[in-house]
C-alpha cells in the first residue's frame, strides 16, 4: 500500500484520478493534514519537523510514502526512520525533468514557502546530473486565494497565465500540485511540468521495489 502524505484535500481526487488512469489497482491511503502547510507558511518549514514525522508515523501499514506538498517535501524525506519505509517528495522526478530539459528554469508557485524548497531541488538534481541550471523563481499573486476557496480553475487560468508569459526558459516549473491544471491551459512552446503524475509513478515504482 502507497500512503499519500497531503496538505490540502483538493489533492485526493487529483491522485485518485491518475491512480485509476496509469495504476489501476495501486492501494493507496490518504493523509489529510493542512495544518502542516499553515504553520510551515508562518514560520518556515524547519518548524514542522517533528509534526512531519508524527504524521509519517501514522503510515501504518505502508510499504512507501508519497509526500505531495512541495513546502515540506524536503523534510519528509530526510526522515523515512519515521516511517520505517522509503518516503519520496512528489516534486523530485519533476525537477530531474526540469534539468534534463535544459540550463534554464522558471518555477511558477501560488505560495512563498514553495519557491526556496523547489530551487533547492532543481540545483540538487542539476548537481546530480552534472549539468549546470540558472533558476527564476515567479510567485503568481492571487492565485492561492482562489485555491483555497474552491476555485480550482480560476487558480489554474491564473498560473497558465503566467507561464505563458516565459519566454526565455527551457522548462516552466509548476510548484505545487495545486497547479496541475495549468499544465494542459499554457499555451506557451516551452515544456511546461507538473509533479502529480511523475511523482505518482515513483511512490509506485518505490512499491514494486520492495
Request: hydrophobic residues 45%; contains cysteine; negative net charge.
Amino acid at each position: 500500500m502507497l500512503a499519500l502524505l497531503h496538505t490540502s484535500p483538493l489533492h485526493v481526487p487529483v491522485f485518485e484520478a491518475l491512480r485509476d488512469e496509469d495504476h489501476p489497482g495501486l492501494e493507496m491511503r490518504h493523509f489529510v493534514d493542512e495544518e502542516l502547510l499553515a504553520r510551515a507558511r508562518r514560520e518556515g518549514p524547519e518548524a514542522v519537523v517533528d509534526d512531519v514525522r508524527d504524521a509519517l508515523r501514522k503510515a501504518d501499514g505502508a510499504r512507501a510514502v508519497l509526500c505531495t506538498c512541495s513546502t515540506i517535501g524536503g523534510i519528509a524525506e530526510e526522515a523515512p526512520a519515521e516511517a520505517g519505509v522509503p518516503v519520496l517528495r512528489v516534486d523530485r522526478p519533476m525537477a530531474a525533468a526540469a534539468v534534463a530539459e535544459g540550463a534554464r528554469a522558471v518555477v511558477l508557485a501560488t505560495v512563498e514557502s514553495t519557491l526556496g524548497p523547489t530551487v533547492s531541488l532543481i540545483e540538487e538534481e542539476a548537481r546530480r546530473a552534472g549539468r549546470p541550471v540558472a533558476v527564476r523563481t515567479r510567485l503568481v499573486e492571487g492565485a492561492w486565494e482562489r485555491f483555497e476557496a474552491g476555485d480550482v480553475d480560476g487558480c489554474a487560468r491564473l498560473v497558465a497565465s503566467a507561464a505563458d508569459e516565459v519566454t526565455d526558459a527551457d522548462a516552466i516549473v509548476l510548484a505545487q500540485v495545486s497547479l496541475a491544471r495549468a499544465q494542459r491551459l499554457a499555451t506557451t512552446t516551452v515544456p511546461v511540468l507538473s509533479s502529480p503524475r511523475p511523482g505518482l509513478a515513483a511512490g509506485a515504482q518505490a512499491l514494486y521495489q520492495r
